[in-house]
Structures are given as structure tokens and as C-alpha cells.
């Protein structure tokens, strides 16, 4: 019995955290339908790209792209603006703090914790907000259209 009771609770929590940050099931709607637009201008944001490849020279031969990490902090109130993912597939690794992502395929609000991460990618439009009381920092990887300004997709 003990061991059952073991397992149950593993699984518990196992199925707990892997949908930790995302849109619940029941919640996600078609693209458009969710969550409307927000900020259109960064409030309280520092991103900093950390590494950038251009992906043309090497073996992957994709041009155009570059393969970037960044690092953003976002202080308490403030705001990523709503952009989309339609032509940037990324991953965002939730390193400290917590924040809110208003999704466009998603009903409800979606909260994020340190060590969630957000995968980002066709379909994807949003916005996010830092609604608690200390920064929130953000690890973001993404292949990024070379012919785009880095202010144009601020996440």
C-alpha cells in the first residue's frame, strides 16, 4: 500500500509540473480567440542579447537567421508589448521571479514560475506582464530573422 501510495503521488507530481505554465487544456481556444492585444511599447524591460550565430555559415545552412539568446528582466509592472511568433519559433526559460503571458490562443491568463519554460512558435501571439513584487528574468532562445529590427519582437 505504501508503495502505491508513492506512486500516486509521483505521478502527482509529475503531471503537475509538466503542465506548469501553459494554457490549460480546457482553455485553449483558436488563435485570435484569447486574450486580446495589450501594451503595444516595452514598460520596464532590459533585453539583452547575450549570443547571436548566423545561422547562413554554418553546417545548418539556414540564411537569413540567426540563432540569438537573450536575457530579459522584467521589473515589477512591467511589460513585454503583444507580438507574435508567426515567423520566430523561440523558448523562454523562466529563471527568477513570475509572470503573466495574455495569449491569443488562450482563454485565461497563463502564469509562469521560475523554471517553467514557454515555448513560442507559429500561432503564438501575445503579450506578458510582471504582476508580483520582484523582477522576473527570462531566458529567451529564438531564430531570428536577420532582416528584422530587434525592436520589432521584443520577446
Same mark, same amino acid.
Given at each position: 500500500?505504501?508503495?502505491r501510495?508513492l506512486?500516486i503521488?509521483?505521478?502527482?507530481?509529475?503531471c503537475?509540473?509538466a503542465?506548469?505554465?501553459?494554457c490549460?487544456a480546457d482553455k485553449?481556444?483558436p488563435?485570435?480567440?484569447g486574450?486580446?492585444?495589450?501594451a503595444?511599447a516595452p514598460?520596464g524591460?532590459t533585453d539583452v542579447?547575450?549570443a547571436?550565430?548566423?545561422?547562413s555559415?554554418e553546417?545548418a545552412?539556414?540564411d537569413g537567421r540567426?540563432?540569438r539568446?537573450r536575457q530579459?528582466?522584467i521589473?515589477p509592472?512591467?511589460v513585454?508589448?503583444?507580438?507574435?511568433?508567426d515567423?520566430r519559433?523561440a523558448?523562454?526559460y523562466?529563471? $527568477? %521571479?513570475e509572470?503573466?503571458?495574455?495569449?491569443s490562443?488562450?482563454?485565461? !491568463?497563463?502564469v509562469?514560475?521560475?523554471g *517553467?519554460?514557454? =515555448?513560442?512558435? $507559429? %500561432?503564438?501571439?501575445?503579450?506578458?506582464?510582471n504582476?508580483?513584487?520582484? !523582477?522576473a528574468?527570462?531566458?529567451?532562445? *529564438?531564430?531570428? =530573422?536577420t532582416?528584422?529590427?530587434?525592436?520589432?519582437?521584443?520577446m
Open positions: 500500500m505504501q508503495s501510495n506512486f503521488a509521483a505521478a502527482l507530481a509529475v503537475g509540473t503542465f506548469a505554465g501553459e490549460p485553449r481556444v488563435d485570435g480567440q486574450q486580446k492585444p495589450g503595444t514598460v524591460v542579447v547575450r547571436s550565430t548566423d545561422l555559415r553546417p545552412h539556414i540567426q540563432f539568446l530579459l528582466e521589473q509592472g512591467g513585454v508589448p503583444w507580438h507574435s511568433h515567423d519559433p523558448m523562454i523562466i529563471v $527568477s %521571479g509572470v503573466v503571458e495574455y495569449a490562443s488562450c482563454a485565461v !491568463p497563463i509562469h514560475r521560475a *517553467d519554460i514557454a =515555448p513560442e512558435k $507559429s %500561432g503564438t501571439s501575445h503579450w506578458w506582464k504582476l508580483g513584487g520582484a !523582477p528574468v527570462l531566458i529567451s532562445v *529564438d531564430l531570428f =530573422p532582416a528584422m529590427k530587434h525592436e520589432q519582437h521584443m
